[in-house]
């Protein structure tokens, strides 16, 4: 059960350079976020996504750009990195339905560093 | 806007010790508290908590709901090494958001 996958694991890119993270989910399920964590800061919403053809922005959006062409995957992209972007991201994913409840299944997460 | 507060930011304890953390929420139409452990990589589920279930246990650790102060406690016992991590506190309301706390990192020595 392959759950939400993320890929790549680790990326290095230079300042002004532009990148997709991946990440799919074959539960399933309805929502899918993406989110970055920096050391104290706990993790901070960048855009969500409550189904195909729907996305929203979060708590730090600028920078990066999302789409959600199926209900399966749902690709982060950064649009000109700067080394603010430096941080983990992490995919993650829950259902909506009434009955479910609001637990959230994250990827392994992406180390990115901009340099 | 959604706020979670938790404290300690960071706790060094001794093996065998009890350790409770604590996270205190603001969120618009309350609907649920987790608790996440993350080691490494991705945090790892611990506990749910909602107006209709204040209160979870498994093993070692257990959570608290108290809706009158808009917090939550998470005890563990018998603290062991492998309860080294960053522990996660995250609410949800009525956008359906996770809104997660800055963690505290919990240091258990041998």
């Known amino acids: 059960n392959a759950g939400v996958t993320q890929t790549p694991k680790f990326q290095v890119l230079k300042t002004g350079q532009s990148m997709t993270l991946q990440c799919a989910q074959d539960m399933n399920h309805e929502y899918m976020s993406w989110y970055r964590q920096d050391p104290g800061m706990g993790l901070r919403l960048i855009h969500y996504?409550?189904?195909?053809?729907?996305?929203d922005q979060g708590e730090v959006p600028n920078g990066y750009n999302v789409s959600r062409s199926t209900t399966e995957d749902f690709p982060l992209r950064l649009l000109s990195a700067a080394p603010s972007q430096t941080s983990v991201y992490f995919c993650a994913s829950k259902g909506l339905s009434f009955t479910t409840n609001e637990k959230l299944f994250f990827g392994s997460g992406t180390q990115l560093s901009v340099l | 806007e959604d706020k979670v507060v938790q404290s300690p930011l960071s706790l060094v304890v001794h093996e065998g010790d009890t350790v409770t953390l604590n996270c205190s929420y603001e969120v618009t139409n309350f609907r649920s508290l987790l608790w996440y452990k993350q080691e490494k990589k991705a945090p790892t589920f611990l506990f749910m908590l909602t107006s209709s279930g204040i209160e979870k246990k498994s093993g070692r650790l257990s959570s608290i709901l108290d809706k009158k102060e808009l917090s939550s406690i998470l005890n563990i016992t018998a603290t062991q090494t492998g309860d080294s991590a960053i522990y996660l506190c995250a609410s949800s309301g009525s956008a359906r958001q996770l809104t997660f706390g800055s963690g505290t990192q919990l240091t258990v020595l041998p």
């Open positions: 996504s409550v189904g195909a053809g729907i996305t």
